[in-house]
Antibody, heavy 119, light 112 residues
């Protein structure tokens, strides 16, 4: 089955760290670019980060730049989001999303993992 | 970053009737290759978002033909020709022209 499964969410104190993982299956992971998108409780969608299929090109939203790090291990079929210096406003469901080179769209999404930043 | 603005915020609809929603971008999404870099997604209650329309007007695999996307440049429209109960959810547009992708705030479709 073609799917993405996120894990690693949980409750963390402000200033703390968390590492999210995304496990793809059913397709050749190294053929696709990947993104993280988040959704704060009751709010809309916010793009967080992008990584190219090779891992050489990376982009971040300004709201997380310098605090979050995206990475991937194509051999191990894994996508990661290392989140440091977490703030209350980072509280959200985090989705990983697959992006094809062409056409550019997010054609596959995971079920999401909830990150709660609170003391 | 490109700002995406959707309207209306809420759209009460009657099953069997048409529905239409708007998405406007702060910059043109029409690229030199002739494509509009604009996607539509729907997030049904309790679910993850799913792709509906890509490049402005192309239905994703498995999307019913009652959904159609149109527009060019900065003004886009998503239409549902005959709303069904299963269409309730929040519809988002997203620009994919820039590396920093941005979503609109969403239009919530609900049954009257």
């Amino acid at each position: 089955e073609v799917q993405l499964v996120e894990s690693g969410g949980g409750l963390v104190q402000p200033g703390g760290s968390l590492r999210l993982s995304c496990a793809p299956s059913g397709f050749t992971f190294s053929d696709y670019e990947m993104n993280w998108v988040r959704q704060a409780p009751g709010k809309g969608l916010e793009w967080v980060s992008y990584i190219s299929s090779s891992g050489r090109t990376i982009y971040y939203a300004d709201s997380v730049k310098g605090r979050f790090t995206i990475s991937r291990d194509n051999a191990k079929y894994s996508l990661f989001l290392q989140m440091n210096s977490l703030r209350a406003e980072d509280t959200a469901v985090y989705y990983c999303a697959r992006e094809g080179r062409w056409p550019p769209n997010f054609d596959l999404w995971g079920q999401g993992t909830l990150v709660t930043v609170s003391s | 970053d490109i700002v995406m603005t959707q309207s209306p915020l809420s759209l009460p609809v009657t099953p069997g009737e048409p529905a239409s929603m708007s998405c406007k971008s702060s910059q043109s999404l029409l690229y030199s290759n002739g494509y509009n870099y604009l996607d539509w997604y729907v997030q049904k209650p309790g679910q993850s978002p799913q792709l509906l329309i890509y490049l402005g007007s192309n239905r994703a695999s498995g999307v019913p033909d009652r959904f159609s996307g149109s527009g060019s440049g900065t003004d886009f429209t998503l239409k549902i020709s005959r709303v069904e109960a299963e269409d309730v959810g929040v519809y988002y547009c997203m620009q994919v022209l820039q590396t920093h992708k941005t979503f609109g705030g969403g239009t919530k479709v609900e049954i009257k």
